[in-house]
């Protein structure tokens, strides 16, 4: 997992993410990092695969048609600047 630093935090910011992390029985650390995830990705988000397969069940496309939306998971290669 990478590490993040957060410099010049107000006292009161971090006060309330410590009273935070207490009531929800996790560290200042656990608590970071799930406010981050929060809100950079909402469980009520829309993923654009699932949303095209979605409007694809609906129009009744074929399954060889559907195929298109099959999503590989492999690690993205970093692109070269060379």
């Given amino acids: 997992m990478r590490a993040v630093t957060i410099r ?3 006292e009161e910011v971090h006060r309330a993410i410590r ?4 009531q ?3 560290t200042l650390q656990a608590e970071m990092c799930d406010i981050l995830a929060t809100a950079v990705k909402p469980e009520g988000r829309v993923k654009l695969g699932d949303l ?3 409007i694809g069940r609906k129009v009744k ?3 060889e048609e559907m195929a298109v ?3 590989d998971h492999s690690p993205a290669r970093a692109a070269s600047f060379e």
């Fill in 52 to 54: 095209l397969a979605s």
């Fill in 19 to 22: 009273v935070r992390a207490a």
């Fill in 24 to 26: 929800n029985g996790r």
């Fill in 8 to 10: 010049n935090v107000p």
């Fill in 61 to 63: 496309l074929t399954d």
């Fill in 69 to 71: 939306f099959e999503r």
